[in-house]
């Protein structure tokens, strides 16, 4: 069963666009939802996270939002650069740490210059 | 910067061998991680451990154990290599539970 969906698996957006990427949970003891960013032949860097205290973080031009009711969260990238072209995944931890990360199946972002 | 290496970047092996597979961590992090990485299917928890001679199962931990001899090492092996094992595999690692992690470069398996 997977705990965390991801959508879409691939996005094509133009520069400056706004690419949205979304996820959705079931296990409603998740409590830590991170995105990671991940280019060719690297592994995954965190790009930013956010607990179930808020709805909407923002770091530079990258923001989650979070809807808990709908058990969804999502992040936008403003003003995108052909340099963000990479592959997002979401994910999910619960138990305050005590498993590791459930991991979004991937989207393929490529933004057109 | 805390800094994830994975020993190899590339590996061939044989069906039927015994694979290691090494990573080491510089910062004292006490968790350590492994996943599969696969297209389509995202990243896949393997086992990871919270403490020197400890490990737990995460989802997918059939063909495979690991070891924990040291902290800053933790070594995943393939008792008996299949094709199906052919994958991404990555190493992660975070200071306490609930931190985020920090993830190797990886080390990409085929097995023929």
């Known amino acids: 069963q997977q705990q965390v969906k991801q959508s879409p698996q691939s996005l094509i957006v133009q520069k400056g666009g706004i690419p949205i990427i979304n996820c959705a949970y079931e296990?409603?003891?998740?409590?830590?939802f991170p995105w990671y960013q991940q280019f060719p032949g690297k592994g995954p860097a965190l790009l930013i996270a956010?607990?179930?205290?808020?709805s909407e973080k923002k770091e530079g031009r990258f923001t989650i939002s979070f809807n808990k009711s709908a058990k969804q969260f999502s992040l936008h990238i403003m003003d995108s650069q052909p340099g963000d072209s990479a592959t997002y995944f979401c994910?999910?931890?619960?138990?305050?740490?005590?498993?590791?990360?459930?991991f979004g199946k991937g989207t393929h972002l490529i933004i057109q210059p | 910067d805390v800094k994830v290496t994975q020993s190899s970047r590339y590996l061939v092996k044989r069906t039927g061998e015994k694979v290691f597979l090494e990573c080491v961590q510089d910062?004292?992090?006490?968790?350590m991680f492994w996943y599969r990485q696969d297209p389509g299917l995202g990243l896949r928890l393997i086992y990871f451990?919270?403490?020197?001679?400890?490990?737990e199962k995460g989802d997918i931990p059939e063909g495979y154990s690991v070891s924990r001899e040291k902290k800053e090492r933790f070594s995943l092996i393939l008792e008996s290599a299949s094709t199906n094992q052919t994958s991404m595999y990555l190493c992660?690692?975070?200071?306490?539970?609930?931190?985020?992690?920090?993830f190797g470069s990886g080390t990409r398996l085929t097995v023929v």
């Open positions: 992660a690692s975070s200071l306490r539970q609930g931190d985020g992690y920090t």
């Open positions: 296990n409603t003891a998740f409590d830590y």
């Open positions: 956010i607990r179930p205290d808020v």
């Open positions: 994910a999910a931890r619960s138990g305050g740490g005590a498993d590791g990360l459930t």
């Open positions: 910062m004292d992090h006490e968790n």
């Open positions: 451990s919270y403490d020197v001679k400890m490990k």
